[in-house]
């Protein structure tokens, strides 16, 4: 009686193609990377607004905590970077008052 040794088969099928063996672990460690690259650069994404809105928010609070004290903030010198940083309502003056 010969020895008969127990066969390991993976059988996958994805999107109507058998896949065994090699190709079907191939496939899902493709899937698992492709995956993982997505993921990755969704959250790189995410991090690069918050930190643009951080530098933001430390930029002008430089600007602000710069100017002298005990009088209004003289929105005229705010450098030219920082206006998408401040509400227009702040820095813009009602025509009434020019």
């Not at 191939?26 to 990755?40: C, H, Q, W």
């Not at 951080?54 to 005990?70: D, E, R, V």
Request: hydrophobic letters at 40%; one cysteine or more; glycine letters at 8%.
């Amino acid at each position: 009686m010969p020895d008969q040794q127990p066969e390991v088969s993976l059988n996958t099928s994805l999107f109507g193609l058998k896949l065994t063996g090699g190709n079907a672990l191939f496939t899902v460690l493709l899937l698992a990377v492709l995956s993982d690259i997505g993921v990755s650069a969704w959250m790189h994404r995410q991090r690069e607004e918050e930190h643009k809105q951080m530098l933001c928010a430390t930029k002008l609070a430089i600007f602000i905590y710069t100017q002298p004290k005990g009088g209004a903030i003289d929105w005229e010198h705010l450098p030219v970077d920082l206006y998408g940083c401040v509400p227009k309502f702040l820095y813009e003056r009602p025509a009434v008052y020019r």
